[in-house]
């Protein structure tokens, strides 16, 4: 059997000595990210730097390939965890052009401002520069321009693909906008270390590296974390665009390099001083800004296509769970059957789910819809009713939550009614009313009397009804809604809950009492479905 070039490489890292790879990976994306990227760039420079004398030069300059080692190592890994739903995805980013002309402008000209401000400065102040270029003005132009274009793939491509394309999404999804910045600036900084600053140290020349490179590097690194927050500020309020970041890489080297070659005063101690006094201002008041993003919020996620490879995972092993039942309902062949469909649905439907943020404790009462829509569509094509389908969703639901460990659920049952959570949905009801993302829920915190309840939220909207609906598949959400009373009754929440907008209200009323009894009304077409012997 003939084999093509992507079935070999999908199917190589599958194979039992590889297969953990991914997993570490996914586990440990940072830290792979950066072994692979650092080995690439460093590993070339310090080659080139060794075999490199005044008399002899390599027949390739492999300094170049350096260049590329971020959005190499980028790709590597995202195919490898992803695959080409997340190549697909990356492209997606680098293309994503359709956005505010104000943010394309902001990017294109914020450095080059700078730059040009400094050298009016440095013109006013002593009326002449250290050399100026010969060239006329529209040879200038075209020499910025080309040099610009060509910036957009030698520093652009080359390098935000590894790190706003993969690694900064990373950090902010485990920390806050403004110390993912920080950490980004400082891993930037040791990745742009010179090749000779390399072969120094290899060469035990610790002296020529402290003297040398070091006070650079500090100097680097003061002035690429104010820049980095500017471009923090930038990739979050453009969906994660990587254009406008090739843009913005582009323009502030081709501007450096120009006001450099035709003026001669970047290395003024006027220009110098002038320059760090600017980006320590602007440092400050972008830290302000970003600060107040919200942790966690990826900008490169327009949809769950990063997360496909676990939601299919946790898929596959919520049908292992149901799969016995399944067959003493539909029978062996019909199960398998289902199975399937329902396996294939689910990943068409990925692509689908509306993107509503990533945290995890809004996504676990998120996530479970598109699974029980899956099941739904899998059962339609076999010519089964939405009763029909009520009653697995209701039994996947409560398999999902007999799955959680007892210790977990007692843990977690300490935890729903501690005031850790109780705080964080207050911030969550709030900041839902912003509505951020049109497909999230909005609620509102209640607070409890400490007699027939501790506390509750009202859910304005439903992010559920909204994807259902979404979906054309509405007649599901009472039976997925109806998935709460096991829930509730297995992780202790003590749920009253007498009204839902699955059947009509205007919204659904959530009340918590720790030891209480779970009170849910079940609609009536349900209450057949509910018995025990039905399923």
Known sequence: MKWTIKERISTSYRMPALRFVPRLVRKYPVTAYCLLAFLITWGLKYWYALVRTDNHLPPFNFSLIAQFGPSLSAVFLIFLTEGMDGIHHTVKSILNWRVNPWWILLAFGFEPALFFSFTLFCWIKYGEFPHVGRSTVALSIATFGLTFVIGLFRWGLAEEIGWRGWMFPKLQSRMSPFMASITMAIVNTLWHLHPSSLSEMALSKEGAYLSGYFPEAIERLVITIPITLVQTFIFNNTRGSLLLMMIYHSASNTSYFFIDETFGIVQTD??????????????IVFSVVVVKQEKGESPMAHDYLPRKNQLMRAFDKLLARVK????????????????????????ALIPRIPFIGNNDLVLSFFFPTSRYLAVYRALQRQGRTVEDAGRLVYMIGMEEARAIPYIARRILEYLWFSRLLRALIKRRGIRSRQRRYP??????????????FDYGVDYIECANCKFLRAENAFELAPYECATDKPISELMGWGLTRTTTIAEGSPRCEFRFKKGGKTRVVVPQSLQALLAPESV
């Open 270 to 283: 006027f220009f110098k001083t002038a320059f760090l006094a600017a980006v320590l201002i602007i440092g």
């Open 324 to 347: 016995p039942r399944v067959v003493s309902w539909l029978g062996e062949e019909q199960a398998n059957r289902f199975m399937q469909e329902s396996r294939r649905e689910y990943e």
């Open 439 to 452: 497909g999230d829920f909005v609620l509102n915190y209640v607070e409890g009397d400490g007699r027939e």
